[in-house]
């Protein structure tokens, strides 16, 4: 019942987007602030500092990139480019810049700011920026409103990098000399000072309390953006961010930016509409990533029986309170394109796990064990506690004892992804727009490299795979290219490296007076001109 | 002219002690697993090791431990906090921005704390072992007992939700524009329900600090004495008891300020209140070594600094104690 009245709020909101006027669909006014919460605080207002949640939330309502994009799969939409070509070989973009957009400072925006940007600041410093752009071989200005980008071969997303928080274009001029040849970008003042050409900008941060953002009165759009101030209410507490969304005071709460058990009480309220749309260009999934370097994790019926051994619907609706939904492999179910609809749930089944370790070599020993694995779980907060224990207790009766480790987020990536001293832990990525960009960097044997965090820590090598997300690397999406993540998918179903549990939701909760939010996959990380409040 | 060369001999004092505590805060910090350069990488999603170890070098985290405390040490005797590897910002900054919160939070919490506390301590001891005395002490233990963070989530869905009195946190309405007298009453008003939560915790021990206390001293013989000249109980207890109960309440006032960071977080958390506490909390989980160590240096200060001047109250309190 909730996910048709979710398809509907977001059908009207799509319908809104791109200017279907529904009967019912509401004229947006002008005027008003729309008040958001999260936590922590953002650091920075600039993706390139950090791409944490916080931050990209707060950077992309600042900063532009090149493109818009439209709908869960995000079709490129003008931004900041007015128009674009591709060459025949896919190795030349050129960008048409649009004339008379202004940074906050008022100075004009050119092709210059563009190169600085990716050429400077987003390819060595943004953390998906070698991906995007390692390819590019040269940034041409020919003109300052002409961009023309060469790559090396063709890269099958080039069009989705130009995100406001993948690709964000910033001033060169907002770079002083010494920040730029001292190598101190993170450390540059306009990281705290942003000046973009975005449809807000920075009015007011109280550190530990609030940051406004204002109408920016000179941005591109014709009478955009609707709101005049758009503000951040940083409240640490998990409880006390939901009293305030319920009593009004807060009118969205973004990204699960409440408790699971707090987000399932307030969607049930007639003033708030709570929605798991919007998300699906980042592809959230969670999983139980396997050490195979020893033995018995190393054998893949131990890996299968784990599998069999987990309930994930329960997993959903006991530990995360009916957020997300059983995962099918490693594309999420809402990507539209790369996503093999034909997968089946993976099978729960107690017997068969039993039966699976008994052939394995792995007999009930004293005490019914047949053998002791430690468990390490992402330190997020108290659900993941909760699935690590049920966790334990499942797996505790098929005869393997688990012993639960905690250690914060310092301790737990110096663990995996530098140590390698685990058996298995929950994790939680990103497919991102694009597999090739999520997914692949955790699966390619080239990837398995001691200090790279969320990269293959489980030492899973097969040719084939590697083969497999070189091959998509390189193609454009069609038939070619899907059958590629067709039997990518099938082998990592089959041979588990991780065990694939939930595609947890990224819960959007707001107050009936919002409007205007959804309007593609990645809509908490737009630009929220055209959002209106009542 | 005593209590001058005193205070000269104790701040003395001070600077090998401040030194001593940097130095073991900078070793402990060491024990935790992971630095700063993981957590950003972590933040990032997919942080190449080359960016890591780049992150290492700026943050100069990838110098030997020794190294590493020197350079600290050389620059917080020159009152360099340095910056935050996290933040990227100077670490005296971000704790100026936060100190005015905390202390304004805790200062009342604090004064309130005591007056109250003492004030039922006094009456508990006066009427011992009658139903006051019972009521004061069972309430004292509940609020003592009762967690700070639910007190504070109760007091907010009382006055904040259900009767809509009060603002549910923050320090002062967001974007309201107001100065001067205007904004110090909205302050007020957003400090009401911390400063009773946390108060009410220290009420708690504060009141039963000072019901032993006066009990300890009614036992002596300058009280007997008292009573033997016809004194009133009034006059007894505030003239003659008084004064002298009040040395250990001062003593935990003093020790108490040392919470001045641990106490406050949880209530910071529910209130959203702007202070230190949440900024040592979240630099302990992102391992951000400059800026923990900042805020632990200025705290051992703080403590230090107030452990001073309740020595000094005591001469006041107690002109028997002369400082040497």
Redesign the interface.
Known sequence: MRRVKMRLVWATAFALAIGVTAAQAQQPKRGGTLTYTFHPEPVAISTIATTAVPVALAATKVYESLLEYEGPGLEPKPGLAESWTVSPDRLTYTFRLRDGVKWHDGKPFTSEDVKFSIESIVRPFHSRGRTYFGEVTAIETPDPRTVVFKLKTPVPYFLKAFQAGESPIMPRHGFTEDEISGNRIRQAKIMQQPIGTGPFKLKEWQRGSHIIFERNPDYWKAGRPYLDQLVLRVLPDGAARAIAVEKGEVDLAPMSALPPAEMQRLSKLPNLVSSEQGSEALGPLMWLEINMREKPLSDVRVRQAISMAIDREKLVDVIWYGNGKPSRGPIVSGNPVHFDKTLKPFEYNVQKANRLLDEAGYPRAAGNVRFKLTQNFLPYGEEWVRQAEYIRQELGKIGIQVETQSVDMGGWLRRIYTDWNYDFTSNFTHNYVDPTIGAQRAFTSDNIRKGASFSNSMDYRNPRVDELFNKAAALDDGPERNQAWKELQAILREEMPVIFLIEIGYTNIWNKRVHGLLTNGISMYSGWDGVWVE | MNTARFIARRLLQVLPVVLAIAAMNFLLLQL????AA????????????E???QMRR?FGLDRPIYQQFFIYLGKLLSLNLG?SN????PVTD?IM??LP?TVLLMTTATVVAVALGVLLGVAAARRSGRWLDSVISVLALVVYATPA?WLG?ML??LF??YFDLL??????T??SGKTGLTLALDIARHLVLPATTLGLFYVAIYARLMRASMLEVYNLDFITTARAKGLTEGRIAWTHAFRNALLPVVTLAGVQFGHLLGGSILV????????LG??VF?AL???DLNLLLGILFVSSVVVILANLIVDLTYGFLDPRIVHK
Request: glycine share 12%; charged share 20%.
């Open positions: 935790a697993p992971g630095d993981d957590i950003l990488a972590g933040q990032m999603g997919h942080a190449s090791p960016l890591v170890e700026d910056t996290i933040q990227q910002r971000l921005e936060r919160a963070f989530l907010i869905v904040s939700v603002p549910s946190g923050g320090m002062m967001i974007g910071e958390t529910v209130f959203a209140w702007p202070g949440r900024l979240d989980l992102q391992r």
